[in-house]
T-cell receptor, first 107, second 114 residues
Framework: DAKTTQPPSMDCAEGRAANLPCNHS???????VYWYRQIHSQGPQYIIH???NNETNEMASLIITEDRKSSTLILPHATLRDTAVYYC????????FGTGTRLQVFP | ETGVTQTPRHLVMGMTNKKSLKCEQH?????MYWYKQSAKKPLELMFV???????ENNSVPSRFSPECPNSSHLFLHLHTLQPEDSALYLC?????????????FGPGTRLTVL
């Protein structure tokens, strides 16, 4: 499983887009990029995943660079309820959670 | 979200007690997982069950004993725990145990060992 690197924390104003970066420079061709988030003291929540193409669902968009060495999770209109720790995971086999990015959305 | 439920939500136990954590999934999934999350540490995978069979034990001490009687239920039996076992224990399920299968987590059991 590829190692991922994320900034430890980020701030975002409510209503603005939150762009969370993730570096996975050692990712192999068959490893997917997954994003989960964990709101304080709750279980992690699946957000989105992708392999090569950009993906969008009702929660977020995932932009993966052409060389697949990095990706960005975009929350288009962040709300206070999006305050959480966001985990980027690149895996072929099982989820290995790192320390993630603590996103603080402020009013 | 009530797809994966866990009971109890909070548990305080002494080192000589025996207790069990319960997880139930209502999603029709075939794979279930136990994770441990200690304070200020990443989630650690403990066990994986696929079609009731244990497929992974991530070097977990024997004082943690999992049981999966069917695809909908997963237990974690605890005995002679140590204070350092205090953590949030999370259960998850997925359709299959494959790399692209999204895992759905329960709310967790907050365990305190005195």
């Amino acid at each position: 499983d590829a190692k991922t690197t994320q900034p430890p924390s980020m701030d975002c104003a409510e209503g603005r887009a939150a762009n969370l970066p993730c570096n996975h420079s050692t990712i192999s061709g068959n490893e997917y990029v997954y994003w989960y988030r964990q709101i304080h003291s709750q279980g992690p929540q699946y957000i989105i995943h992708g392999l090569k193409n950009n993906e969008t669902n009702e929660m977020a968009s995932l932009i993966i660079t052409e060389d697949r060495k990095s990706s960005t999770l975009i929350l288009p209109h962040a709300t206070l309820r999006d305050t959480a720790v966001y985990y980027c995971i690149a895996n072929t086999d099982k989820l290995i959670f790192g320390t993630g990015t603590r996103l603080q959305v402020f009013p | 979200e009530t797809g994966v439920t866990q009971t109890p939500r909070h548990l305080v136990m002494g080192m000589t007690n025996k207790k069990s954590l319960k997880c139930e999934q209502h999603l029709g999934h075939n794979a279930m997982y136990w994770y441990k999350q200690s304070a200020k540490k990443p989630l650690e995978l403990m066990f994986v069950y696929n079609f009731k069979e244990q497929t992974e034990n991530n070097s977990v001490p024997s004082r943690f004993s999992p049981e999966c009687p069917n695809s909908s239920h997963l237990f974690l039996h605890l005995h002679t725990l140590q204070p350092e076992d205090s953590a949030l224990y999370l259960c998850a399920s997925s359709q299959w145990a494959g790399p692209t299968d999204t895992q759905y987590f329960g709310p967790g059991t907050r365990l305190t060992v005195l």
